[in-house]
């Protein structure tokens, strides 16, 4: 049972312009969301948090959007660098625990 | 900033062999740590919790006699894969949460370790 989906495996996007992520959850007890970034072979990276209290968070070109209604979250870069291109994983955690469940991940590729 | 290392980076093993993976939290204690697993092209899947001066708390279908986890000091958790099998070959990574409230600490994670098994 995928409590965090990421429904898209990977994207494709051209320098400068916005990259959208998205990811879905199915348990409504995840009460914190939290965006990581992994290149190969190395472990994943923080990058942005959201509380599900917030529906936005702003961190230079990231930012995350929370749509509770819908157990929806986007990362949203902009403008997209080539270094940005990794694996990103999406994660929620239940306030009830600190067990952190993630997402199956999107590969985005920026091309010049 | 905080930093988990995790050794070894990579290792191979033969069928039947025993594999201990270190995880060390540099620069912070850290009374739990996390085992994930990964599979290509799949999601980090928690394993375990490991916790100081007690027993690790595993996930559904995780095998404790297969995946030893000792967490004998404030900064080293391990991993012992015993009696490893091919199916057993994945990317295997620590994590620890780092000091302070948990909305202000996210997990830092180490750089995984890839096993091998033949």
Known sequence: DQQVKQNSPSLSVQEGRISILNCDYTNSMFDYFLWYKKYPAEGPTFLISISSIKDKNEDGRFTVFLNKSAKHLSLHIVPSQPGDSAVYFCAAISYNTDKLIFGTGTRLQVFP | ?118
Request: hydrophobic share 35%.
């Open chain 2, 1 to 118: 900033g905080a930093v988990v290392s995790q050794h070894p980076s990579w290792v191979i093993c033969k069928s039947g062999t025993s594999v201990k993976i270190e995880c060390r939290s540099l620069d912070f204690q850290a009374t739990t740590m996390f085992w994930y697993r990964q599979f290509p092209k799949q999601s980090l899947m928690l394993m375990a919790t490991s916790n100081e001066g007690s027993k690790a708390t595993y996930e559904q279908g995780v095998e404790k006699d297969k995946f030893l986890i000792n967490h004998a000091s404030l900064t080293l958790s391990t991993l012992t894969v015993t009696s490893a099998h091919p199916e057993d070959s994945s990317f295997y990574i620590c994590s620890a949460p780092g000091a302070g409230a948990r909305y202000n600490s996210p997990l830092h994670f180490g750089n995984g370790t890839r096993l091998t098994v033949t």
